[in-house]
């Protein structure tokens, strides 16, 4: 039977409420939704230190946050979406 070593299976993979977690931890009073499948995530953050910085910016923040969690492979793939509580509410129409 072959060995499964150095598989993706073998690391380390993180799930949506450590995600969530790290970013919360992170950013202070944002507000974090995570999903995924176990490799693929999509975190939606919104938080008040986004103000006056460029998407860019944002998803800069949200990634630092995380760490070395992708050269770990911990994660390995996350779609980041960013707002300010004020576009947010645009967004959501609340």
């Known amino acids: 039977m072959?060995?499964?070593a150095g598989c993706w299976l073998d690391r380390i993979v993180m799930n949506e409420d450590?995600?969530?977690s790290m970013i919360e931890a992170g950013l202070?009073?944002?507000q974090v939704t995570v999903t995924g499948d176990g490799r693929h995530f999509e975190?939606?953050?919104v938080s008040t230190r986004f103000a006056g910085k460029s998407m860019l910016d944002q998803h800069r923040m949200v990634y630092a946050v995380l760490g070395d969690s992708f050269q770990s492979e911990a994660i390995h793939a996350l779609s980041v979406k960013t707002y300010t509580?004020?576009?947010?509410?645009?967004?959501?129409g609340g």
Do not use: L
């Not at 509580?85 to 959501?92: D, G, I, L, Q, S």
């Open 85 to 92: 509580p004020e576009a947010w509410k645009e967004r959501t």
């Open 2 to 4: 072959a060995s499964m």
């Open 28 to 30: 202070p009073g944002s």
């Open 18 to 20: 450590q995600i969530k």
């Open 43 to 45: 975190a939606v953050v």
